[in-house]
């Protein structure tokens, strides 16, 4: 196997870490192989989409996701550093409105597999960083939704200490009580 899964404290939400080989010319590994994910996601997934983003140290996107359409998401840092968020919106999940978070980084090659019903959102903790992530459906503008990264009932524990650089969207995110969650 060329790769170490990982489940977190929501069993949902996976830490994927490849195994890497080094030299001093560099190093190889194999980022994606859909056989070996779907081995340890344990069900069939189809990404439609790739993106790749850049964002400055103190920007945090999210959390977001699509209340149609819903997104799984696997996620990975090429340059930089984040520190990663999933937060359960599936109201029939015993881990219901709970939040795990990773640190991604280019130097760790971690991945995170963040399936549909969950909200996603990252802040970059190095000067900047390059988020590419593959999603199971499109994006969908007029079914996206942003929760509040700084609801005090989550209580995320961002690695922060001033005020993160956010988008309107994110500014004026929903509560998780005010906000649509799956069934």
């Known amino acids: 196997m060329l790769m170490n899964t990982i ?6 939400v996976i830490v994927i870490e490849p195994k890497v ?5 560099g190093f190889f590994f194999e980022s994606f192989n859909h056989a070996k994910f779907e081995a340890a996601v344990g069900r069939r997934v189809n990404f439609v989409q790739d993106n790749h983003s850049r964002s400055m140290q103190g920007v945090l996107r999210g959390l977001h996701y699509q209340i149609q359409q819903p997104q799984g998401k696997l996620v990975r840092v090429v340059a930089g550093s984040v520190f990663d968020v999933a937060v359960d919106l599936r109201r029939s999940s015993p881990t219901f409105g709970k939040w795990v978070g990773e640190v ?3 130097d760790n090659k971690k991945q995170l597999w963040i399936p549909e019903g969950f909200a996603h959102g990252f802040v970059v903790l190095s000067e900047s960083a390059e988020f590419l992530y593959k999603t199971t459906d499109y994006w969908a503008p007029e079914f996206e939704r942003s929760v509040l990264w700084n ?6 524990s961002w690695p922060i200490t001033t005020p993160p650089l956010l988008s309107g969207k994110d500014t004026n995110g929903a509560t998780l009580k005010a906000a649509e969650v799956f069934a």
């Open 7 to 12: 489940p977190l404290a929501i069993p949902d």
């Open 21 to 25: 080989f080094g030299d001093d010319r």
């Open 104 to 106: 991604l980084s280019a």
């Open 151 to 156: 609801d005090t009932d989550l209580n995320i």
